[in-house]
């Protein structure tokens, strides 16, 4: 699903910054988030089928990977 990411702290821009920069979301500062600013980052969201392209890659590429339990059978074989 993409992500409308509002940040207000640096960990969180560098996050959020991964996945727009992935193409899975919009990175939108906090101090800029007023309510226009929202609603025309939720318009591009839904009109711009990139995103959930984008998103939908990532989720297939997290699934394509062992779970956690599985690497750890892995690395203790």
């Not at 919009?26 to 009109?47: C, E, N, T």
């Not at 990139?50 to 699934?63: F, Q, V």
């Amino acid at each position: 699903m993409p992500q409308l990411l509002p940040t207000f702290a640096s960990e969180q821009a560098a996050s959020a910054a991964r996945v727009a920069d992935a193409g899975g979301g919009i990175q939108l500062p906090g101090h800029l988030a007023d309510a226009s600013a929202i609603r025309k980052a939720v318009d591009d969201l839904l009109a711009d089928d990139s995103y959930t392209t984008s998103a939908r890659t990532a989720r297939d590429e997290m699934h394509g990977r062992p779970a956690p339990l599985e690497l750890i059978s892995m690395l203790m074989a």
